[in-house]
């Protein structure tokens, strides 16, 4: 079975950078069926997209985000990794790590997600 | 990218059938048939219920369908149970090789 799991500070001060790593078990990172994303969400709020990668470093992003993030991934460790910098309040919110299929050039759904990791942006 | 729109909220009693509307433009929903739903408990991470428009997952109930038309998809609930309150989010491609999300529909079962 699929697990991921989202790790890294749950304070950051605001116009530092927001790190988190998420680790893949149960599979392989570098099958050529998926892309691997981030998705987050405030406090009593919805769903935002981040950005997804795959295995061969192809990252796309959230065009309001684009500046600040950057998506990696070690395929060594199974593991891929979100930074976001110059973080404010705004920025609060669970992040969450999913794999995501692809067709073809288009990334579509999440078909298994971590269980979160609330990152709160305050001094 | 503008996000799609969904109610905020729409609600049902057990038994009945409600429909949640997913409305994008050509460039997203319009454009493409990779719509999918998930379904997000509170404190639970988000769940797909339905992908590429109207495929389910194994394991999700056929109580749970999907349908596009136009601009505008939908997920609909049939036989409405109170396991099925929670709240609902719509995704869609887009033209520009990014995702977005609906804002999200609270389900109420009454």
């Known amino acids: 079975q699929l697990q991921l799991q989202e790790s890294g500070p749950g304070l950051v001060k605001p116009s530092e950078t927001l790190s988190l790593t998420c680790t893949v078990s149960?599979?392989?990172?570098?099958?050529?069926?998926?892309?691997w994303g981030w998705i987050r969400q405030p406090p009593g709020k919805g769903l935002e997209w981040i950005g997804s990668i795959y295995y061969s470093g192809t990252t796309y992003y959230n065009p309001s985000l684009k500046s600040r993030v950057t998506i990696s991934v070690d395929t060594s460790k199974n593991q891929f990794s979100l930074k976001l910098s110059s973080v404010t309040a705004a920025d609060t919110a669970l992040y969450y790590c999913a794999r995501q299929v692809h067709i073809a050039v288009f990334i579509a759904h999440f078909d298994y997600w971590g269980q979160g990791t609330l990152v709160t942006v305050s001094s | 990218q503008s996000a799609l729109t969904q109610p905020a909220s729409v609600s049902g009693s057990p038994g009945q059938s409600i429909t949640i509307s997913c409305t994008g433009i050509?460039?997203?929903?319009?454009?493409?048939?990779?719509v999918s739903w998930y379904q997000q408990h509170p404190g639970k991470a988000p769940k797909i219920m339905i992908y590429?428009?109207?495929d389910r997952p194994s394991g999700v109930s056929n109580r749970f369908s999907g349908s596009k038309s136009g601009n505008t998809a939908s997920l609909t609930i049939s036989g409405l149970q109170a396991e099925d309150e929670a709240d609902y989010y719509c995704t869609s491609n887009t033209s520009n090789s990014t995702l977005v999300f609906g804002g999200g529909t609270k389900l109420t079962v009454l």
């Open positions: 149960g599979g392989s990172i570098s099958s050529s069926s998926y892309y």
């Open positions: 590429d428009v109207s």
């Open positions: 050509r460039g997203d929903v319009g454009g493409y048939n990779y």
